[in-house]
T-cell receptor
């Protein structure tokens, strides 16, 4: 299964944009890039996913590099409620979502 | 409201006493799966099901069983729980491989 690499932690100020990077150099041509987040004491929550072009939804934007070897999740205005562990995921065998360790985002007022 | 419901949310049991954790989804999803989450190891897939009566092992299936007799339900069965199955368990459902997955709120299981 293709792997992803993310920083262990990042910090942001409230109401500022946050760019969460992810490297996935072994991605295959048909793999979608998925992002989930997990707030404390909750189940994982879908954020966004994409294949080649940039994607936007109400929660975030996903910028995918032209060679697809990296991507960036963009939270346009971080709030305290966005403090969570963010996972960049490529699908694995058996439709598995391989979560890895993710990036722990700290948002400070 | 679209949701995945797990029960119970918390369970303490003794070694060897059979238990079932239920999972139900109301979105008519074909694909369902079970994960366990342990500190330092992240979430790992236990079993998955691609449709009724179709199940397969994930990465850590030892000590677990599942069944999929109806589309909406996907129970996780521990025939003889052991302390190393103490963990946080999540059920998930989705339409297909590259679609949004919905997760339950989790079941925290302690086996003593």
């Amino acid at each position: 299964d293709a792997k992803t690499t993310q920083p262990n932690s990042m910090e942001s100020n409230e109401e500022e944009p946050v760019h969460l990077p992810c490297n996935h150099s072994t991605i295959s041509g048909t793999d979608y890039i998925h992002w989930y987040r997990q707030l404390p004491s909750q189940g994982p929550e879908y954020v966004i996913h994409g294949l080649t072009s940039n994607v936007n939804n109400r929660m975030a934007s996903l910028a995918i590099a032209e060679d697809r070897k990296s991507s960036t999740l963009i939270l346009h205005r971080a709030t305290l409620r966005d403090a969570a562990v963010y996972y960049c995921i490529l699908p694995g065998s058996g439709y598995a979502l391989n979560f890895g360790k993710g990036t722990s985002l700290l948002v400070t007022p | 409201e679209a949701q995945v419901t797990q029960n119970p949310r918390y369970l303490i049991t003794v070694t060897g006493k059979k238990l079932t954790v239920t999972c139900s989804q109301n979105m008519n999803h074909e694909y369902m799966s079970w994960y366990r989450q342990d500190p330092g190891l992240g979430l790992r897939q236990i079993y998955y099901s691609m449709n009724v009566e179709v199940t397969d092992k994930g990465d850590v299936p030892e000590g677990y069983k599942v069944s999929r007799k109806e589309k909406r339900n996907f129970p996780l069965i521990l025939e003889s729980p052991s302390p190393n199955q103490t963990s946080l368990y999540f059920c998930a459902s989705r339409v297909g491989r590259d679609t949004e997955a919905f997760f339950g709120q989790g079941t925290r299981l302690t086996v003593v």
